[in-house]
């Protein structure tokens, strides 16, 4: 027996934790969402960040990375341990069959662990569905101890796009951040400029003072005959 594990947002290019092998394929009717809250790593209580779960969707296909952990139980246990304090917003563990490339039919391996999260009100950290434009704007500022919002999901579209299957949600959402931040950017540069129009004195150039040429005697040089 060996554990696998199915990474979906930052497992799959942060795991976090030695595993001895590494396949890239797919889970059938899940789909990624932004609607988890994170708010010791990303984000915080005040500010949660958006992070990605998994919501059922029938007929939907979720690519990642299933890892393999080898070398017993102590070695198993202590993986799942630290995934448990890692994914600590995540408050359900399933198992599932995961698909690769060649075979769309038969799983390539069965019984793979994946955390998620349930869609209730009882989960504190769900957040719910939002407009892009809304999500776009939370990401795009909040920030916690490990960085900010913005950057997890620009990895997650960099880590999807390197394992060939890019995920067009994770781009549309990355490029609606990107389009908030720069107009935040711009933003910021106006108030400043304004800023320097209103408060700063009107600076005018002094005149220069006229060149004056002052002529200066010649020395005679007296020539003395031998």
Not at 15 to 28: A, H, L, R, T, V
Not at 196 to 223: I, W
Request: glycine share 6%; with cysteine.
């Amino acid at each position: 027996m060996v554990l696998w594990v199915f990474g979906y947002a930052s497992l799959v290019w942060n795991p976090g934790f030695e595993y001895d092998e590494k396949i890239i394929g797919f889970i059938k009717d899940y789909k990624r969402v932004f609607d988890l809250a994170c708010i010791d790593h990303r984000g915080t209580p005040e500010h949660p960040a958006r992070t990605c779960t998994l919501e059922a969707s029938k007929g939907a296909v979720c690519w990642g990375a299933a890892l393999c952990v080898r070398g017993g139980p102590e070695k198993e246990r202590a993986v799942i341990e630290y995934l448990e304090r890692r994914e600590c917003e995540y408050d359900l563990k399933s198992h599932i069959d995961f698909y690769t490339e060649g075979d769309h039919l038969k799983p390539a391996l069965t019984g793979v662990l994946v955390f998620t999260s349930t869609f209730e009100e009882s989960n504190k950290y769900y957040l719910g569905p939002a407009p892009l434009e809304d999500m776009a704007r939370q990401i795009a500022f909040a920030t916690g101890p490990c960085g900010n919002n913005r950057e997890y999901l620009f990895s997650l579209e960099k880590a999807m796009s390197a394992i060939g299957h890019a995920d067009d949600m994770v781009i549309e959402l990355a490029n609606e951040v990107r389009k908030v931040v720069r107009m935040s950017e711009e933003k910021v540069v106006k108030g400043v400029q304004m800023l320097l129009r209103t408060r700063l004195p009107h600076m005018h150039p002094l005149p220069l003072p006229e060149s004056t040429v002052v002529a200066l005697p010649l020395q005679e040089t007296a020539v003395m005959d031998n």
